[in-house]
């Protein structure tokens, strides 16, 4: 504790309230009207009694009492009851001795119930001295601007106004303090008050006319009386406390860009003055206004309270000062975009600058300045949330020689590398570009030059170091004005070329990462824009200062939110969300819903996956949620709350959520037109994922754009449940080419629902049945006579020959049918098809008897021919001792012979069809694509 030891000093002395319209209209006023003011230095003095100060003061302003003083002469010592002591005692300021500085801002007292809430806080805190700063009630400073404005424009109704606002402190000071002594002082200083501003706002009605001083003024008077009432709340609740008018107290000094500097010295000795008169241990402070050397009335502009308080904390030497608003903290990112952000638990100073200038809810930078001096901790707390611990501003080792902490792991929360994201929107880009601006000295400062002619606020510079280029956001309503006065200034240069353009670059955003631990982490940057390309998000401009506190990037301003988003959730959750678009509650698509329900939890606990699914549409019904469906109760939500399918409308839904980054849609439906967006759907950044095999059969040119979409947009396309359902047909294939075999072959049978009728064909079993069965099995297509057309097995050898590289289609593939020719009628129900189908046994009957008769048994064979670059599917008999003749159940076998295995082929067997396996493999698709959006593996 450094202690200080004063002398009784009479009080700030300000003008009468004739005195104060004239002084202010004519300001500044003379600097006589403060009185004398003890210096720092003494070290011995006395305070008399308050009594004998009270004497003291008629005595060194004796016209005061006579007229109708103005408010600053309420006296706020007397308000606390300050015991009357016969003989001097000597006072010892105690400057950091165990002072906690608090501030509430006007919401956490805007009425009666909120200021008796602060009250008990104040109450609760058990440090051993408290200052505690609060602005005027919420809405009261937009009040007294706006009677000010009245009375200047000569409107009478501003006296109105005024009655409005006296009302407003009457009436919540009368329910706050019920009857007594302090709602009787309370209720007279009211009254002085609004008296004086009367006379006050009469005169500036005549003059037409109020220049600063006297705004700052009339603006002051609601921290006055919040000030006031808060006091008398502590007080009602039992301890003891005062109020300071902070313009007896705090001095500041203007500058020129509509700021102020603190006089700490000026200011710590009228503290310690104002002490000597009232040595109490609960002071309320009032916030946001001050006075200047002179002695005016001033304020301290933007976000001045939180200024005030941490002035206070400074002149104090607080443990700590804590800024009471209506949110937990400071958020890693502002939880309107990003619903995931979390509070964070600690900043240091500089981080917390960054993320304010970045416009998160925090501080503003200037407000850390007087406490960081003597390194006090700030924390941000929610009134309304009291138990919540808020956030610590704080210094950190890293960047400060007197941080009182070793390391930075000391400190709670101070190990993320990356604390919070932050985007500013409605940005544009400036380019200018030209060989002629290479080793230039001189050519940025005449470009910037420029820009500050315009008066046009740089938010972000990225000169790459070949020096032809000089990229700046500037916002977008400035950009016009920016680029005009450039191509004026460079008139020349550009008609010369030496200057190739001033080319700008409308509806952008930035996007900036926080974090002081970046400059000492390898990889961050390289983290940050791998986010970016996962989410399809395309970068317009980058900058990263020296200090690497923070890394900015420009995107399109449509993709601001979902950057943000993007970024966020690949550094600050442990889960990867995946926003899922489901069409095709069928067999397949309602198993994989139940799948998902029975999987999530354990994907998201162990695997840190969070599949949300955002929609379910199907051919005549749809049902889509804002955030997520729940599965466990998905069927009847989709039964119950379904409205009519509307593809666009379900797109945009899951392309326009705020919530997820990336999307994807799952098509379970068998739909070639469903199969047609697929293109516009990558094109928009979603990922597909699907069992459907029609885009990969289908027109190729269809395909081949779907694939080069796929690879430009960096969005994900897989289709592992086209071939062999569940089985890893697909990546096998791709995991030969990728690293570098040939594929000779591929060969196999590709239809679970035909193996399934060869392998039970046996003894009097009829074709018809076994048919029946894989339908009821679920191995079938939705129309069984794809299956047994041969159609279904013709395009997954397609499937596979354009994987392999082959241009093949449909058209080119050989393919034998089972279906009777007189069912082919596409007319043909699939029921009256599956009713008619009993009187064409004998066809496969016969073929199967044929091929017992030579020892073999029956089998449906696919075959791509690489070499040939061919395709083919026949009904062939094989021999019973052959791979193909071991099959049981729906099982597939696929061969593989290249050049790698040539000999003894690569095979993969297992059930092909089916809705579990089939579901399984799309499942597995899912997981795969958030494994490439980062999720841990
Ligand atoms: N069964 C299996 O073993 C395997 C199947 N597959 C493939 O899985 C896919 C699904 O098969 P399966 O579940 O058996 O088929 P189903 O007939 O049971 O389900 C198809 C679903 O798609 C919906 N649908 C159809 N057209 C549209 C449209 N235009 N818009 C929206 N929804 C539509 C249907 O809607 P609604 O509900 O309104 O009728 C139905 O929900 C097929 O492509 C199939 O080839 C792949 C491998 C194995
Ligand atoms: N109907 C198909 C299902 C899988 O693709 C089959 O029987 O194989
Ligand atoms: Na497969």
Redo the contacts with the bound molecule.
């Keep these: 504790m450094e202690a200080v030891a004063v002398t009784r000093t009479p009080v700030l002395e300000l003008p009468q309230h004739s005195r104060c319209v004239a002084a202010l209209l004519r300001s500044p006023v003379s600097a006589d009207s403060t009185a004398r003011v003890s210096r720092l230095g003494f070290r011995s003095a006395q305070i008399w009694s308050s009594e004998f100060h009270r004497s003291s003061l008629r005595n060194a302003v004796p016209r005061l009492e006579q007229k109708n003083f103005n408010s600053t002469v309420h006296s706020s010592h007397a308000d606390a009851g300050v015991v009357t002591q016969e003989k001097p005692k000597e006072v010892i300021f105690p400057q950091g001795d165990s002072w906690a500085v608090h501030k509430f801002g006007g919401t956490c007292v805007g009425n009666t119930e909120r200021i008796s809430n602060v009250a008990g806080i104040i109450v609760d805190d058990p440090s051993l001295r408290k200052a505690v700063v609060v602005s005027a009630m919420s809405k009261v400073t937009d009040m007294m601007y706006d009677v000010l404005d009245k009375a200047q424009s000569r409107d009478d109704t501003y006296t109105t106004a005024l009655d409005l606002i006296e009302e407003k402190h009457r009436s919540t000071a009368s329910a706050l303090l019920g009857e007594g002594e302090d709602l009787k002082k309370f209720l007279k200083n009211l009254e002085d008050d609004i008296l004086n501003l009367k006379a006050m706002l009469r005169a500036i009605y005549i003059a037409g006319h109020a220049n600063e001083n006297f705004s700052d003024y009339v603006a002051g008077h609601g921290e006055l009386w919040s000030a006031q009432m808060l006091a008398a709340a502590v007080r009602k609740k039992g301890q003891s406390c005062v109020w300071m008018d902070a313009r007896k107290v705090l001095v500041v000094k203007p500058t020129s860009s509509n700021q102020v500097d603190p006089d700490f010295e000026a200011s710590l000795a009228k503290l310690v003055d104002w002490y000597a008169e009232t040595p109490a241990d609960c002071i309320i402070v009032t916030g946001f206004i001050a006075s200047t050397p002179d002695g005016i009335p001033t304020t301290l502009k933007r976000d001045g309270s939180d200024f005030s308080a941490a002035i206070m904390g400074n002149l104090l030497r607080a443990d700590q000062v804590t800024i009471w608003t209506d949110v937990d903290g400071v958020y890693s990112a502002d939880p309107r975009k990003v619903k995931d952000a979390v509070v964070l638990s600690q900043l240091s100073y500089q981080e917390a600058w960054e993320m304010s200038y970045f416009g998160a809810n925090v501080l503003h930078p200037r407000t850390t300045i007087p406490v960081m001096k003597y390194n006090i901790p700030i924390t941000i707390r929610n009134v309304f949330n009291v138990s919540a611990p808020g956030t610590r501003i704080w210094c950190s080792p890293l960047t400060s020689d007197t941080c009182p902490f070793e390391d930075d792991d000391e400190i709670d929360g101070a190990d993320k590398v990356v604390k919070g994201f932050a985007t500013i929107d409605h940005m544009a880009l400036v380019n200018v570009e030209g060989t002629g601006m290479a080793g230039v000295p001189g050519t940025a400062s005449a470009i910037f030059e420029t820009v500050k002619d315009v008066g046009a606020n740089v938010v972000m510079i990225s000169q790459a170091s070949s020096e032809h280029s000089v990229c700046f956001a500037v916002p977008e309503k400035e950009v016009a004005a920016v680029a005009e006065a450039l191509e004026r200034r460079f008139k020349t240069a550009l008609k010369a070329g030496r200057l190739s353009k001033v080319e700008v670059v409308k509806s952008c955003a930035i996007l900036a990462a926080v974090g002081q631990r970046m400059a000492s982490t390898p990889g961050v940057s390289a983290t940050l824009f791998n986010a970016l390309a996962k989410a399809n998000i395309n970068v317009r401009a980058i900058a990263q200062g020296c200090s690497e506190y923070n890394i900015t990037v420009v995107v399109n301003q449509e993709d601001s939110i979902r950057a943000l988003k993007a970024v966020h959730s690949r550094f600050y959750l442990s889960k990867t969300p995946l926003a899922v678009g489901i069409?095709?509650?069928?067999?397949?698509?309602?198993?994989l819903l139940n799948q998902l329900r029975d999987q999530s939890a354990t994907l998201k606990e162990e695997f840190n996956i969070d599949l949300r699914i955002m929609g379910i549409?199907?051919?005549?019904?749809?049902v889509l949620d804002e955030s997520r469906l729940d599965l466990q109760d998905w069927q009847s939500i989709y039964d119950e709350r379904g409205v009519p399918?509307d593809?666009s409308k379900f797109t945009s839904h899951l392309h326009q959520n705020h919530f997820v980054p990336n999307k994807v849609i799952v098509?379970?439906?068998?739909?070639a037109?469903?199969a047609e967006h697929y293109l516009e759907w990558l094109k928009k950044g979603i990922h597909i994922i699907?069992?459907?095999?029609?885009a990969n059969s289908g027109p190729l040119d269809q395909y081949l754009a779907v694939k080069q979409m796929q690879r430009q947009s960096y969005t994900h396309y897989f289709y592992e449940?086209?071939v062999g359902?569940g089985l890893p047909i697909m990546s096998t294939l791709r995991g030969l080419l990728e690293t570098g075999d040939k594929i000779h072959e591929v060969q196999g049978i590709f239809s679970?629902?035909l193996s399934y009728i060869f392998n039970n064909l046996v003894g009097d079993r009829t074709f018809s049945d076994v048919v029946k069965e894989a339908k009821a099995e679920?191995?079938?297509?939705?129309d069984p006579r794809?299956d047994l057309s041969g159609m279904?097995v013709g395009r997954k050898v397609v499937i596979l020959a354009r994987e392999a590289g082959l241009k093949l289609s449909l058209d080119d593939v050989r393919i034998t049918s089972l279906v009777p020719r007189e069912l082919q009628d596409p007319n043909l129900s699939v029921d009256e098809f599956m009713r008619k189908l009993p009187e064409f046994d004998h066809e496969i009957t016969a073929k199967r008897e044929a091929a017992e008769a030579n020892g073999k048994v029956l089998r449906f064979v696919g075959v791509v021919d690489v070499l040939k670059n061919k395709g083919a599917v026949d009904l062939i008999e094989v021999e019973k001792s052959d791979a193909f003749a071991q099959l049981s159940g729906?099982d597939n076998i696929i061969s593989f012979k290249t050049a790698r295995y040539q000999q003894n082929k690569l095979i993969v067997r297992g059930p092909?069809?089916?809705?579990e396996?089939?579901a399984g493999?799309v499942f597995s698709d899912l997981l795969r694509l958030s494994s490439y959006l980062g999720a841990p593996s």
């Design positions: 069409i095709g509650p069928g067999l397949i698509g309602r198993t549409l199907g051919s005549k019904t749809m399918t593809l098509d379970c439906t068998a739909d037109v469903i699907t069992p459907n095999k029609k449940a086209t359902a679970g629902t679920g191995f079938t297509e939705p794809d279904d729906s092909g069809a089916g809705a396996v089939t493999g």
